[in-house]
């Protein structure tokens, strides 16, 4: 596709229901992240694939958190048992193989996950 | 701890002001560069990067920023801002040691007073 496509663009869901996030990267992006970006916070890190292999789960928060990527395309972001402090806007962003060559990353423009 | 530090949380200027937003780091080796920026409602956005060369690299825009090695900074800068730069402005490094993983800093909002 053109961009980098995230679904759904919004969420809200009930304290400890597991919700699933959505990233369709670029065509051809063989490198896939997954932030999450918090009030006040910045941009946290949570993973990184390199075609369907996670070579960097470092930033994943809990084991509530789980990612895969099938066909080195789409990648899911589960949450299991979902929390309040897990309200934030996850971003998912592709790029080539080294980033800093091309334009860095393209970022989708994120799911806003709420917990009430 | 390594980190990428952004001083200025909260920046408010009248159009045609200067601007120039911080960024340090503390990664000792390599590194990459990058400013992205967020405008209300729209997905990150590469303004300008830096891996080499010249350190002082032009983006989009009208934005520059340099980098300043012995100092670990590389500050954004616009020599006259518009309405429409309106936006979060996020700093980010890539230390070459450690492959594609990008730290990012905590973000600067910028707001423009017509």
């Known amino acids: 596709g053109a961009g980098v496509s995230q679904s759904p663009s919004n969420k809200v869901t009930e304290k400890g229901k597991d919700v699933e996030l959505r990233c369709d990267p670029i065509?051809?992006?063989?490198?896939l992240y997954w932030y999450r970006q918090s009030l006040g916070q910045g941009l946290e890190f949570l993973i990184y694939?390199?075609?369907?292999?996670?070579?960097?789960k470092s930033g994943l928060p809990s084991d509530r958190f789980s990612a895969e990527r099938t066909g080195g395309s789409v990648s899911t972001l589960t949450i299991q048992r979902t929390q309040q402090e897990d309200s934030a806007v996850y971003l998912c962003?592709?790029?080539?193989?080294?980033?800093?060559?091309?334009?860095?990353?393209?970022f989708g423009s994120g799911t806003r996950l709420t917990v009430v | 701890a390594q980190s990428v530090s952004q001083h200025n949380h909260h920046v408010i200027l009248s159009e045609a002001a200067s601007l120039e937003l911080g960024c340090n780091y503390s990664?000792?080796?390599?590194?990459?560069l990058f400013w992205y920026v967020q405008y209300p409602g729209q997905h990150l956005q590469l303004l300008l990067k830096?891996?080499?060369?010249?350190?002082l690299v032009k983006g989009i825009k009208g934005f520059e920023a340099e980098f300043i090695k012995s100092k670990f900074s590389f500050n954004l800068r616009k020599p006259s801002v518009q309405w429409s730069d309106t936006a979060e402005y996020f700093c980010?490094?890539?230390?070459?040691?450690?492959?594609?993983?990008?730290?990012f800093g905590t973000g600067t909002s910028l707001t423009v007073i017509p």
């Open positions: 980010a490094v890539n230390p070459t040691n450690t492959g594609n993983q990008f730290y």
């Open positions: 694939f390199q075609g369907n292999s996670a070579p960097d």
């Open positions: 065509s051809g992006h063989t490198a």
């Open positions: 830096y891996f080499s060369g010249d350190p």
């Open positions: 962003a592709s790029s080539f193989p080294f980033p800093h060559l091309d334009y860095g990353y393209t």
């Open positions: 990664y000792g080796g390599t590194v990459n």
